[in-house]
């Protein structure tokens, strides 16, 4: 499935009732993608091939450069998706920085569909088998 992340960053906002927490990208960031945080303290974009880097903690707000600071969605309402499935969850893919219903190799929930373009972050490990 391709992924259902909304590609026009002036558009990726957070909603009442979000938490957001501010951080430095270990690595180029593009906005509205799910994150982790690596052994550094870093963001990073989520890739599902490999247990370190599918740990979702929450998703960007604006493209960062390495080593710039940014704005993350770590639970709550975020405006970030284009052609969601309202009620589905969506998880991290092998594409980096990128999520849609079916998911990567390893199975990581970055969050549920409220609409086809709200997601509520609430991050959660499914399977690293």
Known sequence: MASVRLTTASLIKPLEGASCRRYTAGAAVNAGSPV???SSGYIRPCVATAVATNLPHGVALQALAAGERGDVVVAGPVLCLTGATPGSPLYTMDSAGEMDHTGGTKKSIVGLA?????????????DFS
């Open 36 to 38: 982790y945080l690596d």
């Open 114 to 126: 409220e609409t086809a373009t709200v997601l509520f972050v609430r991050p959660q490990v499914v």
